[in-house]
């Protein structure tokens, strides 16, 4: 596995730089944003994933820890592979993208190209409670906004479920005042604590 490369810019194009490491030049397949900033002759530091077919070994790099984890988060996502991936990250920032997610909107990723609404869908819900933990500190939005989020999420699920609105929100409420930071970002870990806290005994019908 080739986590980081290190060396020198000896060809940059729009959408991929060949660093020479010890006298090797490695293709990394990058951002617009990593292309545009990184000039011929200079020392750059990717952090990488290295994607190994059949038939290639493509290196995709990244600025930041957060971009190559969010990447590997989205090639995660059934019927996302390493260039859509990496086009939602050409497109949104980790911000942007944490916010739409925690949002439940999965318009930003309908505008990327060559994502789908279906698979923009899949994005969004198969990245619930998993994208908060790489966002960074400090990011557009923060933590407060992913806080705010979640529990609607889980109020929604629950409605869906056969409670109704009243009951769900104020047992997400109580839940959440003791939940811990981690289980107050991620909506499945919220929602499996509420379950369990209403109780199969106490479920009602929507309107009741």
């Known amino acids: 596995m080739i986590s980081s490369v290190r060396g020198t810019a000896v060809h940059v194009d729009a959408d991929a730089v060949v660093v020479e490491v010890g006298g090797v030049g490695l293709h990394v397949a990058v951002t617009p944003q990593v292309a545009r900033a990184t000039h011929v002759g200079e020392t750059i530091t990717l952090h990488t994933s290295l994607i190994v077919r059949e038939d290639a070994l493509s290196l995709f790099g990244f600025e930041t820890r957060e971009e190559l984890s969010v990447f590997g988060q989205l090639l995660g996502v059934t019927g996302v592979g390493p ?4 086009g939602v ?28 609404p279906k698979t923009a869908k899949l994005i969004v819900v198969q990245l619930t409670g998993k994208i908060a933990a790489t966002r960074p500190a400090g990011a557009v939005g923060g933590d407060a906004a992913s806080f705010a989020a979640v529990p609607a999420q889980v109020v ?53």
């Open 156 to 208: 929604q699920a629950l409605v869906g479920l056969g409670w109704s609105e009243r009951v769900a929100a104020d047992a997400v409420d109580t839940v959440a005042a003791d939940a811990a930071d981690a289980d107050r970002a991620s909506v499945p870990a919220l929602l499996r604590l509420t379950l369990a806290a209403l109780g199969p005994a106490r479920k009602e019908p929507v309107g009741g």
């Open 83 to 86: 260039k859509s991936a990496l």
């Open 89 to 116: 990250l050409s497109t949104l920032t980790v911000a942007q993208i944490a916010d739409a997610v925690a949002a439940d909107d999965d318009a930003p990723f309908r505008r990327v190209s060559g994502i789908g």
